[in-house]
Each structure stands twice: as structure tokens, then as C-alpha cells.
């Protein structure tokens, strides 16, 4: 009942054959000349500034002394590693590592016409004017049903600060009641901030202030799709309407920051009684101190939720931080488009990225009372903690773990997503009900397939222009399962083509053990083309589903 027609075209092929990428991997960006230190004893991180500069052969910047945690500085000629190498010798010292910069997981874009796809997707176009697939959604409405959050639930937006004067995020900003009714310029609350009554600000980590307003838009984005005011006749609404917004600024204006910041800021959001911590940034190497702060938010039962990243990376195999971080508490967030594919920037990973959820085209609030589009797994991360809002109002007495799990075991499995994260698709009506998704109809894994043999050269040649075509005679759509698919990503890809010259789908990168999107008729045309720089394994189609 099969057919199967290859029809290759003679390649244009010269010059060499590169077999892989540069040699040397960039180091993860951190502040010039500057550690961050763990000290063994309380009372070594105690000591006088001069005794510590002395101890450690270093300016001392600042100290987190309940930590045992000092930022060190040195001349910014000295070699990272040498530094590293020689302070971990000193036996005061129990970690050294150098003060990492962090940055926002955006993609930017458009603010062009949008709508909130990612609660409610009945097929309409994105503000690319992409078409999109009815119920590739978070399932928001009908989660509404249940529950639209509660003022008791406090989340942290972990970002750039937050516009807390934005007319759809000022009613849901979480108030500092010791802070809002105390006095003007005195520490009421005695946590060391002074006026931090809508959160704080650690992007000069070593002067806190009470104030994070958003000076980028980032935070205030993330902050809309998380709990953006409900039925209220203006602007959007987040996943939880009902919610209370702690604004914790560490990233800046430029949407950088450091790690001295980031261990601040988390600390913070946790002793002010953060339930979740939403985290859209990543970047820099391991980091034991950040782990350990993040440690602390689990022992405190926070939900850490934290973007993927968006190197189009396997973080399998390639940790990127914090998303990976071996943690309980943390659940790792992929981006998916209006129709259910994997973003093309989005990380991955079958083990260490738990969910998808939208983050592409994601219209939401920004700083200066307005509203963008924009698109990354920095977009994604906030619609599941929202989702996390939605949770713990519910059953507010659920750990933070059987959240986690909770959200991760009731995921909807979808083709875009598989073998890309350990479940599926984030889903609030069915992590509200605790039930689990019936299969998708239409993921080509449960349609029938037939066995062909589709295969590019392994590697495949410098400026190859290949053409197959595959077909089952009478289907309605099909789908190619690729069992391995590795190219150059964004140079060299595979567009398919249905009967009648449309363009469905155009594919790169890597692509293991996937299906492709749904083809629609029974035929469709595989064009291949690769430019001259690096070559690949390339890629094998061993079956095709078809209904």
C-alpha cells in the first residue's frame, strides 16, 4: 500500500570537508577580576577587612557574612584560573568561583497585532501572522473554572524589576505591610533594605535598595503573563489573576547581572516569603555557591522555575544554569510555538528540561504601562508559574516537590515535544484536576506508519542541494519520523513541501527520534541543501506515520 519515491539530485560539491566546529569552547561570562568566595569558619568571614585582604591575598568587595560568603577582587590580569587554582589551596576557603553574569532568556520581536495564543488557542494567527493549532494552549480557561489564584500566593519575578505601576500588574504587587506602613527611609522590617515595599534590588549587589522598578521590560513581561490583572476591562491577564507580584531586580537595565546578585536576590524572595520563584535568566558555568542558594529556597518549600535557555541546546548533555541544577525543587521550562513545535531557540532535553509551555510571539505587559510580543523560554517560564499560582491556591497544603511533580505528571504529551523534554506540555486544568492527558489524535505516534528508507550522505558534502520525495498513496496526512537528524543549525536544513507547493515546515539543527510536523495529502517533498562550512551526520527517515 506504500509508495516510496527517492529522487536525489546530482549534489554540487567542492573545496574541503570540514568535520566539526572551533576547538575551544568561550569561558562563561563573569565580572572582570572578580570571585566569589566561601570561607570554611564564620569567624574568618567575620574578621576585618584588612585581616580577610591579607588571608586571601585579595581587596575584600563586599560580604554576605551569614553566608560565610565574600566577593574577592583582583587584578583583572591575573589569569581566572590561576586565581582559582591557588585561593582553593588556602585553607579558609572551602569554594571559590568567579562572580558569573547572568542575562534574560529573550528573543525580542514585534509588538505587532497579538493575542494571548498561549491561554487560548482557537487557531488564531500570532503577531507574525502565523496560523495556529486549535488547543495548543496551557489550558487556561478551563482551569478558570476552578480557580483564578489567590492573594495569598506570593511569587517572585526574578528579572529586570517589575513596572509595579503598570495598570494590569499594580493591583496584584505584593506589599511589604512593616515597609508600607512604617517610616520613610528606615529599615522597618530590620531585613537590611530599607523601603523594599513592593521587593528589592540587587543589581548593585552590594547596596541593596527597596527599589525594583523595571528599567528594561523583561520582568514586567514576565510578570504580566504570571498574574497580569483579570476582568478588569483593560490590557491582558496573566495565567493567575489573583496573585501577589514580588518584584526582585538583580538584572539591569542592559538585562545583565551577576552572581553576587543572583544569590542576594533568591535568598531575599525566599526569607520574604516567595511561594514560587520564577526565573527567566541563565548563563555563566556551575556554580556550587548559586546551587546552594537555591538549596536553601527548597528546604524553605519555593518552587524554583527556571527557563531552558535559548542556544537551541541539549542541556542533556550540555548544562545550562540554573535550569539544571540538581535540585528538587527546580522545573526546567522549554518554548513551543502557536503550533506546537519545539521553538527553534528553545533548549531541550529528555531528562533535564521537564516541560514546554508557549514562548513564542507571547503578548504580555512592559515597563512604562505599555505591552509587547516577544518571544523566548524566558516567555515560557512565566505562563508555568502561573501555573504554580493556580496550583497552590488550590491545594495550598501541597510541598513543593508534589507541585513540581504534579505539574510534570500531568503535562500533555504532544509530537512537538517529544524526546525534547522528560513530559510534555504544561496543562492547568489537568495539573487542577490531577488528571492525566488521554492520548493527543493528533501526535503521528498514534497514527499508523509504514517502514521506508530515506537517508543524506553521513556526513553529508559542502553545498549539497538534495531532493526526495515520500508518499502513501490515499492518506490524508503524514508525518516523517526521523530517527537521527543533526546538522548545522540555521545553515543547513530540510524543507518540506506538500502535493501542492506549499511549504510546511523547514527543519535544523538537531532533531533526534522525532516526527516532523503534519503533512498535509499523501505526499511530500524533501529538499535538502547544506552551505560550505561544517557537515554533519545529516539525517535518516526510517518510517512514516500516516492517517
Known amino acids: 500500500m506504500n509508495r516510496l519515491i527517492g529522487r536525489a539530485f546530482k549534489a554540487v560539491l567542492f573545496g574541503l570537508l570540514l568535520t566539526g566546529s572551533s576547538a575551544f569552547a568561550a569561558e562563561p561570562e563573569s565580572v572582570p577580576g572578580e570571585y566569589v568566595v566561601k570561607l570554611k569558619s564564620s569567624l574568618s568571614a567575620k574578621a576585618s577587612v584588612q585581616t580577610l585582604s591579607q588571608e586571601l591575598g585579595a581587596s575584600i568587595k563586599s560580604r554576605i557574612p551569614h553566608l560565610n560568603i565574600v566577593v574577592i577582587q583582583k587584578p583583572t590580569f591575573e589569569i581566572q584560573s590561576n586565581v582559582i587554582k591557588s585561593l582553593s589551596q588556602n585553607p579558609n ?107 528589592a ?14 528599567d528594561h521590560g523583561h520582568g514586567s513581561h ?21 496573585a501577589r507580584i ?22 531575599y524572595a525566599t526569607s520574604m516569603g516567595a511561594r514560587i520563584l520564577s526565573n527567566s535568566w541563565g548563563g555563566g558555568g556551575h556554580s556550587e555557591i548559586l546551587k546552594q542558594a537555591i538549596e536553601r529556597s527548597n528546604e524553605a518549600g519555593t518552587l524554583f522555575v527556571a527557563a531552558a535557555g535559548n542556544e537551541a541546546n ?23 510555538d502557536n503550533r506546537g513545535q519545539i521553538a527553534s531557540f528553545s533548549n531541550y532535553g529528555k531528562t533535564k528540561v521537564h516541560v514546554g509551555a508557549p514562548g513564542v510571539n507571547i503578548y504580555s505587559s512592559v515597563k512604562g504601562g505599555k505591552y509587547a510580543s516577544w518571544s523566548g523560554t524566558s516567555m515560557a517560564t512565566p505562563h508555568v508559574s502561573g501555573m504554580a499560582v493556580l496550583l497552590a491556591s488550590h491545594e495550598p497544603h501541597l510541598t513543593n516537590v508534589e507541585m513540581k511533580e504534579r505539574i ?26 490531577n488528571t492525566i492527558p488521554e492520548p493527543d489524535p493528533n501526535d503521528p505516534i498514534n497514527w499508523q506508519t ?28 503524514i508525518a516523517l519520523y526521523f530517527s537521527k537528524f543533526d546538522t548545522e543549525r540555521d545553515y543547513d536544513k530540510i524543507e518540506l513541501y506538500d502535493s501542492a507547493g506549499n511549504k ?21 517533498k524533501i529538499i535538502f541543501t547544506s552551505d560550505d562550512s561544517v557537515q554533519r551526520y545529516g539525517f535518516d527517515i526510517t518510517k512514516v506515520a500516516w492517517r
Open 93 to 199: 576557603v572551602e569554594i571559590i568561583e568567579p562572580n558569573y553574569i547572568y542575562s534574560i532568556n529573550k528573543t525580542p520581536n514585534d509588538p505587532d497585532f497579538s493575542r494571548l495564543w498561549g491561554l487560548r488557542n482557537v487557531g488564531q494567527q500570532d503577531s507574525d501572522k502565523r496560523d495556529g493549532v486549535a488547543g495548543i494552549d496551557v489550558g487556561a480557561e478551563q482551569a478558570w473554572d476552578i480557580t483564578t489564584g489567590s492573594k495569598d500566593v506570593v511569587v517572585a519575578v526574578i528579572d529586570t524589576g517589575v513596572d509595579f505601576n503598570h495598570p494590569d500588574l499594580k493591583e496584584n504587587m505584593w506589599i511589604n505591610e512593616a515597609e508600607a506602613n512604617g517610616k520613610p527611609g528606615v529599615d522597618d522590617d530590620n531585613n537590611g533594605i530599607i523601603d523594599d515595599i513592593h521587593g
Open 201 to 214: 534590588s540587587f543589581v548593585d549587589a552590594k547596596k541593596p535598595t527597596g527599589n525594583p522598578l523595571d
Open 222 to 242: 514576565c510578570a504580566g503573563t504570571i498574574a497580569g490583572l483579570g476582568d478588569d476591562g483593560k490590557g491582558i491577564v496573566g495565567v493567575a489573576w489573583n
Open 246 to 267: 514580588m518584584g526582585v531586580k538583580f538584572l539591569s537595565a542592559s538585562g545583565s547581572g551577576s552572581l553576587e546578585g543572583a544569590i542576594k536576590a533568591i535568598d
Open 314 to 336: 541539549n542541556n542533556d548533555s550540555s548544562p545550562t544554569y540554573p535550569a539544571t541544577y540538581d535540585v528538587p525543587n527546580v522545573i526546567s521550562v522549554a518554548a513551543i
Open 408 to 433: 510534570v505528571s500531568t503535562a500533555r504529551p504532544i509530537s512537538g515535544l517529544r524526546g525534547k523534554v522528560k513530559a510534555g506540555l504544561a496543562n492547568a486544568y489537568t495539573m487542577l484536576t
Open 450 to 477: 509504514v517502514p521506508v528508507s530515506v537517508s543524506s550522505l553521513h556526513p553529508y558534502r559542502e553545498k549539497t542541494k538534495e531532493e526526495f520525495e515520500v508518499g502513501v498513496p490515499g492518506a490524508k496526512q
Open 504 to 524: 510546511v515546515a523547514t527543519m535544523s539543527g538537531k532533531n533526534d527520534d522525532t516526527f516532523s510536523a503534519i503533512i498535509p495529502g499523501d505526499t511530500v
